[in-house]
Nanobody, 122 residues
Framework: QVQLVESGGGLVQAGGSLRLSCAAS????????VGWFRRAPGKERELVAT????????YYVDAVKGRGTISRDNAKNTVYLQMSSLKPEDTAVYYC???????????????WGQGTQVTVSS
């Protein structure tokens, strides 16, 4: 089993940047694709970005294209989501998830973290 822990969230002004981290323990993260999701207040959870096991494939939802970068450091068992030009509508709890299969849709992933809050003030 993989334990995932997100960090890096916080309060940031609109236009600012954050780097979220998803650290894994229990299993080698390089065996898994990883996705970042978010749930905004009153909204359903949505997929934000995904990255394949080696990092050779990435996917971004339209809302973050050009502002988000997903990357991974398998030596550190960590996946990152760098977000820039943040907007108030990016305010959400951000979760990472892992699965053996690389996916660009859906939320049926094997393992989930507890989430980290990102709040963007206007």
């Amino acid at each position: 089993q993989v334990q995932l822990v997100e960090s890096g969230g916080g309060l940031v002004q609109a236009g600012g940047s954050l780097r979220l981290s998803c650290a894994a323990s229990g299993r080698t993260l390089s065996n898994y694709a990883v996705g970042w999701f978010r749930r905004a207040p009153g909204k359903e959870r949505e997929l934000v970005a995904t990255i394949s096991r080696t990092g050779g494939n990435t996917y971004y939802v339209d809302a973050v294209k050009g502002r988000g970068t997903i990357s991974r450091d398998n030596a550190k068992n960590t996946v990152y989501l760098q977000m820039s030009s943040l907007k108030p509508e990016d305010t959400a709890v951000y979760y990472c998830a892992s699965d053996y299969l690389y996916k660009t849709s859906g939320s049926n992933w094997l393992y989930w973290g507890q989430g980290t809050q990102v709040t963007v003030s206007s």
